[in-house]
């Protein structure tokens, strides 16, 4: 008889239902320790270390999310992004060795989800990729329980059941992060959020070491929906503005 096995995050994994991961690494070291502690946590584990091995990968296995490295061989990790998102929307988690503010926005821009910098904990770099897999699925259920009509605060419209942004009635591209980011500032409208507070709420993440992750989140969003639009409080937080009533 089979067991449901539970990770060491404390996840229930039942058989038959294990997710995908791709893990896209050109250091052996790194790969191993990557691929050793997903499995562990009851993943499905396949590796690449070149650009053009992940594109081919990812085409062939369908992963349900890539750990992505920056730096590759062949070409990079913003190339693989790209293209792999062009064939299909998967969550991605990316690795920078750079704690460059600058690679962050445009790994962003490409569509990756999230970002952490080396070196990193193991443990964390789980934590995120489980939280990366349940906004996928939170994303699936909204689709299929759509709330009624659509926000709008001036000029910005969100839709919840299409997962759709609009200002000035054209359509705003944003990430599943950016998206869940946006929801959870529209909220509470002018309400200050800390970093804390979204850190928790967007990716389920309790720990104040992420805050920077946030920052980048909000930089990008900026730029697609128009930077007067969130407001920054100094030392404390974010609040999306609205037009007065």
């Not at 050109?26 to 499905?44: K, N, Y």
């Not at 995120?128 to 259920?141: S, W």
């Not at 946006?182 to 959020?193: D, F």
Request: proline share 5%; aromatic share 4%; hydrophobic share 45%.
């Amino acid at each position: 008889m089979e067991q449901t096995h539970t990770s060491q995050t404390g996840t229930a994994v039942a058989p038959g239902t294990q997710r995908r991961v791709l893990v896209v690494e050109d250091d052996t070291t790194i790969v191993e320790a990557i691929s050793a502690r997903l499995r562990a946590e009851g993943f499905l584990v396949q590796t690449a270390t070149d650009g053009p091995a992940a594109v081919d990968a990812a085409e062939a296995w369908q992963p349900d999310l890539m750990v992505l490295d920056v730096m590759l061989p062949g070409f990079d990790g913003l190339e693989v992004c790209r293209r792999v998102q062009a064939q299909r929307p998967v969550p991605v988690l990316m690795l920078t060795a750079r704690d460059d503010e600058t690679d962050m926005l445009v790994g962003l821009g490409v569509g990756a989800d999230d970002y952490m910098t080396k070196p990193f904990s193991m443990r964390e770099l789980a934590a995120r990729v489980h939280v990366l897999l349940r906004r996928v699925e939170r994303a699936a259920l909204a689709a299929v329980t759509p709330r009624s009509g659509i926000l709008r605060l001036g000029e910005l419209e969100i839709d919840h059941a299409q997962r759709r942004v609009r200002v000035r009635s054209e359509d705003v591209h944003l990430t599943p992060t950016e998206f869940d980011l946006l929801v959870c500032l529209a909220n509470t409208p002018r309400a200050v959020l800390s970093r804390e507070q979204l850190l928790a709420e967007v990716w389920d993440w309790a720990d104040a070491s992420g805050t920077r992750t946030v920052d980048s989140h909000i930089k990008a969003l900026r730029r697609k929906i128009g930077a007067e639009r969130i407001r920054t409080v100094h030392g404390v937080g974010y609040a999306l503005e609205t037009p007065a009533p």
